[in-house]
């Protein structure tokens, strides 16, 4: 894929001015290519008079020869397909490797498990997508809540239920071969070249499915409802595990079990494991007139049907504090405040939209108890 940067425009210049530009900066004739599309629309309103400032991805028909344009123009890159490949160790496994929980880390561990041969078994706690849809439903329905079905345990882990934004700032080459997974397994095709890629619930679920199959095709299992409840040790190593499923001989153990399982950490900690907290980051929504932040932006310019919709990002890095705003249960009575204690909580009203932001502080909890709860 080529792609063509800082193509600057008029507001009365479209689409297809913009591919146009971007084949004569890239030197390429049009008979070549065989997909054009938007990666990026910035706006450029330092100057009194905003710019469109496009980002274009072109494929060629023949792929071979993209990276023969990378030279016509200091805004002409070529992004090729992720080298991400995994070197098997030189002593044999006993037995097979155990994948815990099919969330996303889960799931990718177990499909490159898989592709190498390893035949991996996959223990989740939760039940698979259409048992899993049918809890959640059941619960925003009545109420009644299933603590092993619902929006945080089950195939493919929490994310299966948000809209399907692949969005994320880590800039990882990884990133490119998440991507080609999900492109394999049915995602659009445009997620391959736009900022903000957009998969959507309907069809993440199906990705998800897919990816599943292909490790039972290369001779994985999955056992849904199977939660880890012990470890069995000999001189210091690994030996097996026990689950609600039965006991399995194992001696090299994935651990993916995400957030919310509670009383697996607990049982970690009993164990005699030491466990480290990780700093993490959080967002909330803080609602306005989109109308202000676009004559923030924009100044005279707001309104025009050219410009995107405004939108704006801030982060600030706070010691021992929480912004939450979330309503996934797990638990009866219970919200997803994991291992914290709020101290104190201060409510923000918002007059112009009747949104209401609250501001908890909390502790973390570091002290090594016998459970989080």
Known sequence: MILIRDIRLPLSAGEQQAYEKALHLARIPRSRVSHLGIVKLSVDARHGQP?????????????????????????VTVRGRTDFSVENGTQPLAHRPVVCGLGPAGLFAALLLARQGYRPIVLER???????VKAVEHFSATGELDENANIQFGEGGAGTFSDGKLTTRIGDELCGFVTEVFLEHGAPREIAWQQKPHVGTDL??????????????LGGEVHFNTALTGFERRDGRLVGIRTTGGAFPCEALVFAVGHSARDTFGMLMDSGLVLECKPFSVGFRAEHLQSEIEKSLYHEAAGHPALPRGEYQ????VENCLLYTSDAADEEDRLDLVGSRIIKKKRINNRRKKTTTYICSINILRSRQKTLR
């Open 126 to 132: 939760g039940p698979a997508l259409e048992e899993r």
């Open 204 to 217: 993440l679920r199906g990705v998800i499915t897919s990816i599943r199959r292909e490790i039972e095709a």
């Open 314 to 317: 801030l982060s600030q890095h």
């Open 51 to 75: 710019k469109l400032v496009y980002t274009v991805a072109a494929s060629l028909k023949e792929e071979g020869e993209e990276p023969a344009y990378a030279g016509a123009s200091p805004s």
